[in-house]
């Protein structure tokens, strides 16, 4: 009896080296489109987006870009005006990607700078270099 071969896409694994290829691909794109003002919106094109990741899906028709404005003001703003023109988005990003199909855009808010504001803030309570100390390990290595 033949052993049945294992799923390559089981739950926890990370993305593959096409999805992080394309997500890239779509970042550098989306951030060009918005940075350059290409979509006929004026609120939309007044303000400065910033796009930190794209991830795409294992199937490669869902791009979740994680955006936030310039200052962090008006995130909430920010991602009713990128969802309002998400068809437009996808149409000018279809034009500049060499991709079978142009992929679903979905928005989300880029909290990386806060998750890293917030660890360098618990870096330096006094409890924690204490210990950090102790055991030898430099926390700006952490």
């Known amino acids: 009896m ?6 390559k ?7 593959t080296q096409r999805q ?16 350059r003002g290409d979509v006929h919106d004026p609120e939309l094109n007044r303000l400065s987006i910033t796009v930190g990741e ?10 979740t870009a994680f955006v936030l404005p310039l200052g962090g003001e008006g ?5 009713k005006l ?20 142009a992929p679903d855009l979905r928005f989300q808010l880029d909290e990386t700078f806060d998750r890293m504001d917030e660890t360098r803030r618990m870096l330096a309570q ?10 030898g390990a430099d926390p700006e290595e952490i």
């Open 75 to 79: 995130r909430e703003d920010v991602l």
């Open 2 to 7: 033949k052993p049945m071969a294992k799923n």
């Open 9 to 15: 896409t089981h739950e926890g694994a990370g993305p």
């Open 20 to 35: 992080l290829r394309v997500g890239e691909t779509i970042r550098r794109a989306l951030s060009d489109v918005l940075a």
């Open 82 to 101: 990128l969802a309002r023109n998400k068809g437009e988005l996808r149409r000018q990003l279809s034009k500049k990607l060499v991709l079978k199909f």
């Open 126 to 135: 006094d409890a924690v270099r204490r210990d950090t100390a102790a055991s």
């Open 54 to 63: 794209v991830r795409a899906s294992s199937d490669l028709k869902i791009a």
